[in-house]
């Protein structure tokens, strides 16, 4: 029993690594150019355009760490989807989480009577505190 070895897969495999390899680089390289071309911006529109940019770039990026280097790009669609799905759900799951958190925090700084209790303690003493430094003055002059 031979057993023989496919040379034309085998080294289509390291060629593919490479080529993975410098479009990562490539990536990357263009996502620091974005980052130092934009330290130095005033322009919000164009700074939040930049950062729609490397974002993009990063989901490629990631699209093909996962394809090549944790293989799913050779598998079965439903091996795929296995890990595709919770994986956006999670990502949903975060951002309905931060989003519900901004809320509380809003509701709570807004609503809060105590909150307030102590923002109208805070006015009155100032207030009061003013009103007694005039007085002084007052008394100081006459």
Excluded: Q
């Amino acid at each position: 029993m031979e057993h023989t070895v496919d040379a034309e897969h085998h080294g289509g495999g390291t060629k593919e690594v490479i080529k993975v390899t410098i479009i990562l680089s490539v990536l990357t390289v263009i996502e620091l150019a974005l980052g130092f071309a934009m330290m130095g911006m005033e322009n919000g529109g164009l700074r939040l355009a930049i950062k729609g940019a490397i974002v993009i770039l990063m989901l490629a990026k990631a699209f093909y760490i996962v394809g090549y280097f944790m293989h799913l790009k050779h598998e079965v669609k439903n091996l795929i989807m296995t890990i595709v799905v919770p994986l956006l759900l999670f990502v949903w799951f975060i951002t309905a989480f931060l989003y519900e958190g901004n809320s509380f925090k809003h509701l709570k700084n807004t609503y809060d009577p105590y909150k307030k209790e102590l923002s109208t303690k805070k006015a009155e003493k100032k207030e009061e505190t003013k009103e007694i430094k005039a007085e002084e003055k007052k008394k100081a002059v006459e």
